[in-house]
């Protein structure tokens, strides 16, 4: 059998990906129990735990502030799709769970979209799909990232203050009163010396 043939049999798994980022990430080791850039393969069957306890998560986070049971993904298919799709369940009872913006509490689901950013204590992870054609195993590849998934998706980014023409800040930057709305006018004569 020539390597081509073998290509052309190889199933192409779905991969999860997963990026990650805490503020302490450098100085913590909170991630070092995860295969960080290497692919790790799993059953569609098995749900994906992610938590600080060893014995019931197949991920662990090593955080004093993450249950013990974070959160469960599981795959599964629609009907009539031949592309695995994933249902995330919060199983914390004391640290809420932010999918995509809406709140999950304690052991309800959502449907993951193909790209979704989870928020929980301070972590974030965003979460996207890339689609293949195994039915019995997908693999989760999780990389972490050096800023905030929702700063660079432009989510809770604070907008900056509007600067007029003249390059005055629209408030007064001294008492934060707004600065008056009249038009300011200045003289057009310029006297060159």
């Known amino acids: 059998m020539n390597n081509n043939s073998k290509l052309e049999t190889e199933e192409l798994l779905t991969c999860l990906h997963i990026h990650l ?22 059953d569609t069957e098995d749900p994906l ?24 993904i599981q795959a599964y298919r629609k009907a009539g799709s031949t592309f695995l799709s994933f249902m995330i369940q919060n199983m914390s009872q004391k640290v809420k769970l932010v999918v995509g913006g809406s709140e999950l509490r304690y052991l309800e689901r959502a449907e993951l979209d193909d790209k979704v950013l989870l928020r929980f204590g301070r972590y974030e992870l965003l979460i996207w799909q890339e689609p293949g ?30 600067v ?30």
């Open 49 to 72: 735990r992610l938590g600080r306890d060893g014995q019931t998560c197949i991920f662990v986070l090593n955080d004093t502030s993450v249950s013990r049971k974070q959160l469960s």
């Open 21 to 42: 980022y805490h503020p302490n990430q450098d100085s913590c080791l909170l991630f070092q129990n995860l295969p960080i850039n290497q692919p790790y393969e799993m």
């Open 164 to 193: 007029m023409d003249t390059g005055v800040p629209w408030r007064n930057l001294e008492n934060g009163a707004p600065a008056s709305q009249e038009p300011l006018e200045s003289d057009e004569t310029v006297v060159l010396v």
């Open 133 to 162: 054609d195994s039915a019995n195993t997908f693999e989760v590849l999780f990389e972490t990232c050096n800023t905030p998934s929702s700063q660079e998706l432009g989510i809770d980014v604070p907008c900056k203050l509007p």
